[in-house]
C-alpha cells in the first residue's frame, strides 16, 4: 500500500480491460467503490467509447481535502515530511505514502467533470466519513455528461451495505435505460 496511487491503479485497469478487450470483450460496463470509483471514472474520461457505463459508490472524490479534514495541518504536514501515514481500517493497518497525496494533485477533478461523458450512475451516502458526498455532488452536477444520475442517501454511509437490494434494482433500471441490459 506504500506505493498506491490513483495512476497505478489506472495502469492495472488499463491491463485489465486491454485483456478483456484481447478476449472479445473491447466495452465494458465499470463498477468501483471509493478509490475504485475514482479510478472508474478517470478511466472512462480516457476511454470514453470503450465504457459503455459506470456504476460507483461513492467514488473517492474530494479524498485530499478528506485527508486534511480528518487529519489537520499538523499531521498532514508531517506526512509530507515523513514520506508515509500509518492507515488504520477494519481491513487492516498500512502505511500510505506521501506520494499517493501527489498523484491525486496530479488529477484534476474540474477537468474530469469538463470532458466526462460516460453513463454513470453514482451511489452516496450522506453520513459518508470517507467521501465528502458534496464533492460527488459537485461532481455529478459539473459533469459534461447528460446520463450522470446521482443517489444521495441522507442516512447512509461509506458503503450503504444496508441498501443493496435497493441499489441493485437502480443499478438494473440504469442499464435498463442505457439499452445495456434486457429483460
Known amino acids: 500500500m506504500l ?32 478509490l475504485g470509483g475514482l479510478t472508474g471514472l478517470w478511466h472512462a474520461r480516457r476511454h470514453p467509447e470503450r465504457v459503455a457505463a459506470a ?3 461513492a467514488p473517492a472524490l474530494g479524498l485530499e481535502e478528506s485527508f486534511g479534514a480528518t487529519l489537520g495541518p499538523t499531521k498532514m504536514a508531517r506526512w509530507e515530511r515523513d514520506g508515509k501515514l500509518e492507515i488504520e481500517h ?5 502505511d500510505l505514502g506521501w506520494s499517493f ?3 491525486l ?23 459518508d466519513a470517507r467521501v465528502p ?24 454511509d461509506h458503503r450503504l451495505l444496508d441498501r443493496l437490494p435497493r441499489l ?16
Open 3 to 34: 506505493d498506491l496511487s490513483l495512476s497505478r491503479n489506472l495502469g492495472d485497469l488499463a491491463a485489465v480491460h486491454a485483456d478483456l478487450e484481447r478476449r472479445g470483450y473491447p466495452r465494458v460496463i465499470l463498477f468501483g467503490s471509493s
Open 55 to 57: 456504476i460507483h459508490l
Open 90 to 94: 477494519e481491513l487492516g493497518t498500512w
Open 101 to 103: 497525496v501527489e498523484d
Open 105 to 127: 494533485r496530479a488529477h484534476d477533478v474540474a477537468a474530469l467533470a469538463a470532458a466526462y461523458r460516460t453513463p454513470t450512475l453514482i451511489f452516496q451516502g450522506q453520513h
Open 133 to 156: 458526498w458534496r464533492a460527488v455532488a459537485d461532481f455529478a452536477t459539473q459533469a459534461a455528461g447528460e446520463a450522470i444520475e446521482l443517489h444521495l442517501f441522507a442516512d447512509g
Open 168 to 183: 441493485w434494482e437502480l443499478t438494473e433500471e440504469f442499464l435498463t435505460r442505457q439499452r445495456l441490459l434486457t429483460g
